[in-house]
């Protein structure tokens, strides 16, 4: 089982963007849905019956008071079973949307808030459709585009960032103390193992394992799968080139922010990137060594910064216009990675 928040600024930027309505989200899911021959419908809690994207829309956009013009109004889930379990939940929809509603009970319950107060899907607002297909994408194998082979069900899930009461702002997205998300995925894989009887002990006589100890397992299972992704595969030369054609554009707007004479060998700064095998703490670097360079100051050694975060010989600081900068000071630091 595969649970995963969806975070717009890592992953579907434009289709996943939640700063306004949930037009574009629910618009995306139907046009996914019609491209396979399916009607789109959503659901939510029991009793609700069946909404249309338009509903499902209105009800979310009219959930966002006390929520700022540019807050986050909204969140987008996918729980993918394996193949195997989709299998076990055998044919139809009705097994895999109760199984959503229980998980959204738990989305709902991992959130924890001011004075130990419990929420459960009630005080939610939300919506989900089923998808039957989907498409190779990036490093999948198979042609692009082209529908993924066998059982490819999975859920979408929609919902509010603020409470049904609109009294509360809830983020999945934020620290492991409000909400934890590999507790949360770990309890939502050990609902569907009790909802397939897959917890129950294969030994004659042995006891079943308490509820506990299988979400456990599941989180130690999340962090070891998730230690070892990080052991990233080799990218192809298509998507090495789409990352080096955007460090191009971000040293190039660098260069433009810096006193004449110091910009930074492109060339060099895409070696450095490939030796961090373009990690997460290499793009974090380059990002701050522009926003150092808006205030006005850069690493003296900006090569050394981008690969160790050290900065031995200090910084240069300036001061005017574009075209008319001057050096004002040179300041040594063993360790700066705040001022670059």
Same mark, same amino acid.
């Given at each position: 089982?595969?649970?995963?928040?969806?975070?717009?600024?890592?992953?579907?930027?434009?289709?996943?963007?939640?700063?306004?309505?949930?037009?574009?989200?629910?618009?995306?899911?139907?046009?996914?849905?019609?491209?396979?021959?399916?009607?789109?419908?959503?659901?939510?809690?029991?009793?609700?019956?069946?909404?249309?994207?338009?509903?499902?829309?209105?009800?979310?956009?009219?959930?966002?008071?006390?929520?700022?013009?540019?807050?986050?109004?909204?969140?987008?889930?996918?729980?993918?079973?394996?193949?195997?379990? &989709?299998?076990?939940?055998?044919?139809?929809?009705?097994?895999?949307?109760?199984?959503?509603?229980?998980?959204?009970?738990?989305?709902?319950?991992?959130?924890?808030?001011?004075?130990?107060?419990?929420?459960?899907?009630?005080?939610?607002?939300?919506?989900?459709?089923?998808?039957?297909?989907?498409?190779?994408?990036?490093?999948?194998?198979?042609?692009?585009?082209?529908?993924?082979?066998? &059982?490819?069900?999975?859920?979408?899930?929609?919902?509010?960032?603020?409470?049904?009461?609109?009294?509360?702002? &809830?983020?999945?997205?934020?620290?492991?103390?409000?909400?934890?998300?590999?507790?949360?995925?770990?309890?939502?894989?050990?609902?569907?193992?009790?909802?397939?009887?897959?917890?129950?002990?294969?030994?004659?006589?042995?006891?079943?394992?308490?509820?506990?100890?299988?979400?456990?397992?599941?989180?130690?299972?999340?962090?070891?799968?998730?230690?070892?992704?990080?052991?990233?595969?080799?990218?192809?030369?298509?998507?090495?080139?789409?990352?080096?054609?955007?460090?191009?554009?971000?040293?190039?707007?660098?260069?433009?922010?810096?006193?004449?004479?110091?910009?930074?060998?492109?060339?060099?700064?895409?070696?450095?990137?490939?030796?961090?095998?373009?990690?997460?703490?290499?793009?974090?670097?380059?990002?701050?060594?522009?926003?150092?360079?808006?205030r006005g100051s850069l690493s003296k050694d900006p090569y050394e910064y981008l690969q160790t975060g050290k900065q031995h010989k200090g910084i240069l600081r300036w001061s005017g216009n574009s075209g008319q900068n001057k050096v004002l000071s040179f300041l040594r630091h063993e360790r700066q990675p705040?001022?670059?």
């Amino acid at each position: 089982m595969y649970v995963k928040v969806i975070n717009p600024a890592t992953n579907g930027k434009k289709v996943y963007a939640n700063t306004g309505s949930a037009r574009r989200v629910a618009n995306y899911l139907q046009k996914e849905a019609k491209e396979n021959g399916q009607e789109v419908t959503f659901f939510s809690q029991a009793g609700k019956g069946e909404l249309t994207s338009d509903e499902v829309v209105s009800l979310r956009d009219n959930n966002q008071k006390g929520l700022g013009k540019e807050a986050v109004k909204f969140y987008s889930l996918v729980l993918s079973p394996s193949q195997e379990e &989709l299998l076990q939940l055998g044919e139809g929809d009705k097994a895999l949307a109760q199984y959503t509603r229980d998980v959204m009970d738990l989305y709902a319950k991992n959130f924890n808030l001011k004075g130990g107060r419990e929420l459960g899907s009630d005080d939610l607002v939300w919506a989900a459709t089923i998808h039957h297909e989907r498409k190779n994408r990036g490093t999948d194998d198979g042609p692009q585009q082209e529908n993924k082979t066998g &059982l490819q069900t999975h859920v979408h899930v929609i919902v509010s960032a603020r409470d049904a009461e609109q009294k509360i702002t &809830l983020n999945p997205l934020s620290t492991a103390t409000r909400f934890n998300r590999v507790q949360f995925q770990a309890q939502a894989g050990a609902q569907l193992d009790e909802q397939l009887e897959k917890d129950q002990p294969k030994e004659v006589g042995a006891k079943p394992k308490d509820r506990r100890q299988r979400v456990q397992e599941k989180a130690d299972e999340i962090q070891q799968k998730a230690a070892t992704n990080r052991e990233r595969k080799p990218l192809t030369s298509e998507q090495r080139a789409a990352k080096e054609a955007r460090l191009e554009v971000q040293v190039a707007r660098l260069n433009s922010k810096v006193i004449e004479g110091y910009e930074v060998d492109p060339e060099r700064v895409k070696q450095i990137a490939r030796e961090s095998k373009y990690d997460n703490g290499f793009y974090g670097r380059l990002g701050q060594l522009e926003r150092a360079a808006e205030r006005g100051s850069l690493s003296k050694d900006p090569y050394e910064y981008l690969q160790t975060g050290k900065q031995h010989k200090g910084i240069l600081r300036w001061s005017g216009n574009s075209g008319q900068n001057k050096v004002l000071s040179f300041l040594r630091h063993e360790r700066q990675p705040s001022t670059c």
